[in-house]
């Protein structure tokens, strides 16, 4: 595994290059170009101007979170085939680049949903968490009219402006769009895709659907073992792979996380390495990564990756903010830092373990 970080590039990210350099163990980011709209084409120039930014730090970039996939090719409108088109283009100037990993996912409309971006700890640190309560009393018609993801009085992280002054027309596009029909969109798009991975080796890796449930009543996929090793088979290609994010697929208390990172064995290319605390199945928070602060046995999860020679790259995700950081929810350096030396820490006592065969 190679351990990175997840940076917001230079115009937006607090947190600066040569600070996440400093993180023992991390050489490698994950970035994307922000500017980009999902549908857009992405020139060689531009990626290799952020490349070029990387590397002035002695960095380099292990892979894009995210090439977004536009609603368009989600919901099999007209515009499918010519953002088809601008994806297989992208991929292809990263794969001339020499990027060889891309995240994306397949969430209808919004991207991740928490409903508290600073929910207060008993030691003062706050965190990212989610109430399905909160999301329920969520007025869909309220939504559509106060626009700009300030949905009483909450802003959603992972909800982009600008998909969200399209928000009405989004759900438009969705009616009539169930889990099947989903189902086959992602399967004609993949199909579409492998040619290019393949001549480039760029492995897709799709991010679960966050929480592993449907909201606002639109379709979700990508959310348990059933439906990851369906999606696995229908286009059986090792291109085809996934994000095995802990903390998405561990909304659900019915995933099993290290018996899924088993079954899809050859399939993970990148991995999200978060743990959660539950407070009911329905209402939990983003604790510190370490196994005793949440819910998960993050030990195991590790421990599955190793044994199932995960060799890509791994990111600790979503941190606390702590120490008086002011930095974007989720994403400040602190307490990510902190993870990323818990996950190698980890790494480390399994890997030598088993070299030593004790
Ligand atoms: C949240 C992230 C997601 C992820 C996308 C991938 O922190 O893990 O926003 O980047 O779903 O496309």
Redesign the pocket.
């Known amino acids: 595994m190679e351990m990175t970080l997840r940076w917001y590039g230079k115009e937006f990210d607090t947190v600066k290059l040569w600070q996440i350099r400093q993180i023992p163990g991390v050489k490698g980011v994950i970035t994307t170009l922000y500017n980009k709209q999902a549908g857009e084409l992405w020139t060689q120039d531009e990626i290799k101007a952020l490349k070029a930014d990387v590397a002035a730090e002695d960095m380099h970039i292990a892979g894009i979170?995210?090439v977004?996939v536009s609603d368009a090719i989600k919901a099999a409108t007209k515009d499918r085939d010519e953002h088809i088109q601008n994806y297989i283009d992208t991929l292809e100037n990263l794969g001339k680049e020499d990027i060889h990993m891309v995240?994306?996912?397949f969430?209808p409309v919004f991207?991740?949903t928490r409903t508290e971006l600073a929910r207060k700890r008993a030691d003062g640190s706050t965190v990212l968490a989610y109430t399905q309560e909160a999301v329920d009393a969520i007025n869909p018609e309220k939504m559509f009219e106060s626009l700009s993801g300030d949905m009483n009085g909450t802003v959603m992280?992972?909800w982009e402006p600008e998909r969200m002054a399209h928000v009405k027309e989004l759900f438009e596009i969705y009616k009539g769009i169930d889990e099947d029909k989903l189902f086959e969109n992602i399967v004609y798009f993949l199909k579409a895709i492998m040619p290019v991975c393949n001549k480039y080796d760029i492995k897709m890796a799709i991010?679960p659907d966050?929480p592993a449930w449907s909201v606002f009543g639109l379709p979700r996929i990508i959310n348990n073992e059933k439906n990851i090793l369906k999606l696995m088979k229908a286009v059986d290609d090792v291109h085809n792979g996934v994000?095995f994010?802990s903390g998405?697929y561990g909304t659900s208390l019915e995933n099993d996380l290290p018996h899924m990172i088993r079954a899809l064995e050859g399939r993970i290319h990148f991995a999200?390495v978060r743990n959660l605390k539950f407070i009911s199945p329905t209402n939990f928070e983003e604790s510190a990564h370490l196994s005793s602060d949440g819910t998960f046995d993050m030990y195991e999860i590790v421990k599955a990756l190793y044994e199932t020679g995960f060799d890509g790259p791994i990111r600790p995700?979503?941190g606390r903010m702590i120490w008086g950081e002011v930095a974007m929810p989720?994403y400040g350096l602190y307490d990510r830092a902190l993870g990323a030396t818990y996950i190698n820490g980890l790494w480390e006592a399994i890997e030598k373990s088993h070299q030593r065969g004790v």
């Open positions: 979170e995210s977004n995240c994306y996912n969430m991207d991740w992280p992972g991010h966050d994000t994010c998405s999200h995700d979503h989720g």
